[in-house]
């Protein structure tokens, strides 16, 4: 079963975070975090046991069509669903300019992850009735989605799931099956970032085995990691953030050495960590490589 918390729980409580001795587990490693946003949970988390972060944007995010976005916000605002369904904060994002609060407290909303869920709570001031750990497909497993719909008006059959257009359909299918009406609208997409916005001698950091391990973030950075930097050295290790996204690595060909057990900073620091002192090749701790 998914782990998930109700409206009632705290949103930043987290079971199974990394032993005490933490602090010192990445001291002399290099870590590639593909995303630049502030304030980063998950850099802060590496660096405090130790970690050089690198922190490049390999993406941009592109908002969806005004209008659709416009009207999805409406019909939020109008409680015309069962459910309003968010796996991701950029969708929260997205929605912000067009969405007007409060949000009826008819409308159910279930998000992915404490991320999701501090967006949504910041922009409307109410905490999401359900929130799940892990990928986005974690929902199936809770019992009020799983279940499918109650009898009653149509309304009470609908499910409004905003996100990436890129978005793996696992979550709208599932909630297909179980009997719900499901509605996707494209809230944004991402695109591979150029080049030339990468930090200065990133390439050659990578090309040359300086980075030891990088978190894959999300299937399209992922993608874009191959697009700007190539193909791991094998002296790199590539840490998921989730299951979704280590399979599409996985399909790209890459080896996937760990995936966060949650989508957060104790999953993300936890996995890196067994990374680093799993491997009999990587239990020294190494001087502390340039970057520039």
Do not use: F
């Not at 009470?156 to 696992?170: C, I, K, N």
């Amino acid at each position: 079963m998914a782990q998930s918390i109700s409206r009632n729980d705290s949103i930043g409580r987290l079971p199974g975070r990394p032993h005490k001795a933490a602090g010192t587990l990445l001291t002399g490693r290099v870590v590639l975090l593909p995303r630049v946003k502030e304030p980063d949970r998950i850099a802060s988390a590496l660096e405090r046991a130790g970690a050089k972060v690198l922190r490049a944007a390999v993406t941009r995010t592109v908002r969806g069509d005004a209008a659709a976005l416009e009207e999805t916000a409406r019909r939020i605002t109008a409680g015309e669903e069962a459910w309003l369904v968010l796996t991701s904060a950029r969708t929260v994002k997205a929605l912000a300019p067009y969405l007007h609060v409060p949000v009826p407290s008819t409308l159910q909303v279930a998000v992915v992850g404490p991320a999701t869920a501090r967006a949504w709570t910041e922009l409307t001031g109410a905490s999401p009735d359900l929130v799940a750990r892990g990928s986005a497909t974690a929902l199936l497993e809770e019992p009020v989605l799983a279940g499918g719909p109650q009898a009653g008006p149509d309304s009470a059959q609908r499910v409004l799931l905003p996100a990436s257009a890129l978005a793996d359909p696992a979550l709208a299918d599932g909630l297909r099956r179980a009997g719900w009406e499901v509605e996707r609208v494209a809230a944004y997409t991402t695109v591979t970032a150029d080049t030339c916005d990468l930090p200065p001698g990133m390439g050659s950091t990578w090309a040359t085995g300086g980075v030891d391990a990088v978190v894959l973030t999300a299937p399209s950075t992922t993608r874009a990691i191959l697009e700007l930097l190539g193909p791991p050295p094998s002296t790199t290790r590539l840490v998921a953030i989730g299951a979704t996204t280590a399979a599409a690595a996985r399909e790209l060909g890459l080896p996937v050495a760990a995936t966060a057990s949650s989508p957060t900073p104790e999953g993300v620091l936890q996995a890196t960590i067994d990374v680093m002192t799993s491997d009999p090749a990587l239990t020294t701790n190494p001087p502390l490589r340039s970057t520039s």
